[in-house]
């Protein structure tokens, strides 16, 4: 096996998810395989911005070097946290617009949460983050809940784009995924290459 780059993986689930369910179950033995830690972090993500921030901070180690991987608004906070500790991310159809695209919930509700207007005003000014350590950006064009357009558009030349046909908002390209774990954790760095 090749030297591990990184000592974990963190997840950071999307608005109304949690830290189980799937995704964290294919994670769970991508880390066992790769003899890497994982932390499936757990925060409220109809809560404000400085609070989902804190939340997810306590619940990362200091020491060594990780890997943060976030799905929709999760994207946002593993962009956000990557920046804040100096390393790369991995985002599956980011949602990166918080301020904008959680207006949509405000009236609606999604698996027993709401978006409290605090909430979303609390995003204000903080909408695309730019990733400055590493990113691969991999978007499903079958998502029907995020137009991912914009995302695109502020990450081309700040991360990998892989534009991924067919799929869902939860993201279901895991044999995808895999490989760009692997490849990270191998290389410690993307390359830039625009596929």
Do not use: W
Request: glycine share 8%.
């Amino acid at each position: 096996m090749t030297t591990a780059f990184f000592d974990r993986i963190i997840y950071i689930h999307g608005f109304g998810s949690s830290s189980n369910g799937n995704k964290v179950s294919f994670l769970k033995e991508i880390a066992k395989e790769l003899e890497l830690d994982l932390i499936a972090v757990d925060y409220d993500s109809s809560a404000s911005y400085e609070d989902c921030v804190a939340k997810i901070k306590a619940q990362i180690p200091t020491d060594g070097n990780s890997m943060f991987i976030g799905t929709s608004l999760g994207a946002f906070y593993a962009i956000t946290l990557a920046n804040m500790t100096e390393n790369p991310c991995i985002v599956l159809n980011p949602s990166l617009d918080p301020y904008h695209s959680l207006r949509k919930y405000l009236d609606k509700l999604v698996n027993g949460l709401f978006s409290n207007i605090s909430a979303i005003e609390s995003y204000q000014g903080k909408s695309f983050p730019k990733p400055q350590y590493g990113c691969r950006a991999m978007f499903e064009t079958g998502d029907d809940v995020l137009d991912h357009s914009a995302a695109i558009e502020h990450l081309k030349e700040h991360a990998a784009i892989n534009i991924i046909e067919g799929g869902s908002h939860r993201f279901e390209s895991y044999d995808l995924l895999k490989k760009e774990i692997i490849d990270l954790n191998n290389r410690g760095v993307f390359d830039y290459d625009g596929d």
